[in-house]
């Protein structure tokens, strides 16, 4: 299969792009990605894997979320011959079949806290004993583990070993959400086009000029598989040969055209007018408030939830910036 290609013009993929080739020619032997939903963490680790002198060795994907606690020993470490009932054969476990390579670990705040004791211990040791087993086995992967949450947090929340993260975090590549990437999705946009072009033997060229305001302007809570499964759906049901306005769902018009974004930018546009940092940030808040009772129809108590506050923090915040 034709590797998968990374695409992305901006400054902060550049820098992504830097960092998966100095840490694909590493030694490292662990490696953390973070990023949202959808930012490509998976095709990250497998651009790292390809870089690597791993790459004709193994690359193994694993779903830490999709292997039951109690089996993650059996599928990563195996089991010898009889060992439980069920263990006719020996299984050698995922570990084994990464040797040499790269093992992804996706989800990695799933693991159980047993599981991440032996991770961490084969981490450090580069090897492990199998249950039934009287001898260690060498092994020599590279792990890259991926995660869309705070790992930190998890560890103040007791979910994850202090350790462990101290161990992972060492070498962390962070991919930033597509909104923070200026035009890459437009770039992102072309790439698809293309891709979908040969997929459904269509001819689509580019798109109208609104088109791309929009996108500029969404927030793409699921990144760039948002972006792709958008493009696919229109391919698939659209016949015109140009991605038009109308081809945008409902949902990302009321949100570009809602004031989302003008929200977002009125502490800019404050600031551009040359107001104060000051003015600027409470003109921010005024805008932000204010947005949120309309959209509750005026309800004082539900504005306060969408904004994260508590009624009378509300009220306070609402006498302070003069709104009362
Ligand atoms: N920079 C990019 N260039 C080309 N395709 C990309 C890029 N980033 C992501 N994609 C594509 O977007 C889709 C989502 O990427 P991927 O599955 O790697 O995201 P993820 O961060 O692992 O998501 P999740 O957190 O949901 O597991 C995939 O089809 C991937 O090929
Ligand atoms: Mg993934």
């Not at 476990?93 to 992804?104: E, H, Q, R, S, V």
Request: proline content about 3%.
């Amino acid at each position: 299969m034709p590797s998968r290609e990374f695409v992305g013009d901006s400054a902060a993929i550049g820098e992504v792009r830097n960092l998966m080739r100095r840490v694909a020619r590493s030694k490292a032997l662990a490696v953390l990605i973070y990023g949202e939903t959808g930012t490509g963490k998976g095709l990250v680790a497998e651009k790292v894997h390809e870089q690597s002198t791993r790459a004709r060795k193994p690359f193994i994907d694993v779903n830490c979320a999709s292997i039951p606690g109690d089996l993650f020993d059996q599928e990563l470490f195996g089991q010898e011959k009889g060992t439980i009932s069920s263990a006719i054969l020996r299984n050698n476990g995922l570990i084994n079949a990464a040797n040499g390579g790269t093992l992804f670990l996706d989800e990695i705040p799933e693991l159980t806290h047993s599981a991440q004791t032996k991770l961490l211990g084969l981490l450090d040791r580069q090897k492990f004993r199998r249950t039934g087993s009287v001898s260690d086995v060498e092994v020599d992967i590279r792990f890259i583990c991926a995660t869309n949450r705070i790992l930190f947090k998890e560890v103040n929340d007791g979910k994850f070993r202090n350790d462990l993260y101290f161990r992972l975090q060492v070498v962390s590549i962070n991919i930033p959400p597509l909104r923070e990437r200026g035009d890459d999705c437009l770039v992102l946009t072309e790439h698809f086009i293309k891709k979908f072009n040969t997929r459904y033997g269509r001819s689509i060229k580019g798109w109208e000029p609104a088109v791309a305001d929009i996108f500029r302007n969404f927030h793409w809570p699921g990144n760039v598989r948002e972006l792709e499964n958008l493009l696919e759906r229109i391919f698939v049901l659209e016949d015109e040969n140009q991605i038009r306005v109308k081809h945008i769902p409902p949902r990302i018009m009321r949100e570009v055209e809602g004031g989302g974004t003008a929200t977002k930018d009125a502490g800019f546009e404050a600031l551009s007018q040359g107001k104060s940092f000051l003015d600027a940030t409470n003109e921010f808040q005024v805008r932000l408030i204010s947005n949120a009772i309309e959209g509750s129809g005026g309800k004082l108590a539900e504005a306060a939830e969408a904004l994260g506050l508590s009624r009378h923090a509300l009220r306070h915040q609402m006498t302070k910036l003069k709104m009362r």
